[in-house]
């Protein structure tokens, strides 16, 4: 499982010419499974995400994690997170989960964002997205 995480000052996601998703100040989160990824991968980086310390303080440290400045989240699925590059031209995916078990991580990686209270939109597994975002920062990481 790899999560590209960014810390937004507002996000959106279209589908089809609809908002399925946005969010003002908080996180956009790419996620893509890999084959082999099980719910406890899904926990694990869920926590990693929720508790990562990627917010100002006061004395503008990175010190306080999606969390503690109660933002929102916009979660996205992008299996090309798992392309790789290393060879040719064409990326190849053969890490990357099966449609079908991905989408069973996804769903449970939204319902376990969701159980943290946090206002939490999506996009729309498997469907053409476009994303629109500001980056505030940039901030970006990637959990794996």
Known sequence: MRILVQRVAHA???VDG????AVGRGLLAL???GAGDTQADVDRLTGRMLNLR???DEAGKMNLSALDVRAELLLVSQFTLYGDCRK?????FDAA????AARELYGMF???VR???LVTQTGVFQAHMEVSLLNDGPVTFLLE
């Open 12 to 14: 959106s996601v279209n």
């Open 18 to 21: 609809t908002v399925t998703g």
């Open 31 to 33: 996620v893509g499974f």
């Open 54 to 56: 990627m917010f100002a």
């Open 88 to 92: 040719g031209r064409r990326p190849s």
């Open 97 to 100: 989960a099966p449609p079908a």
């Open 110 to 112: 939204v319902d376990r």
């Open 115 to 117: 159980e943290s209270g």
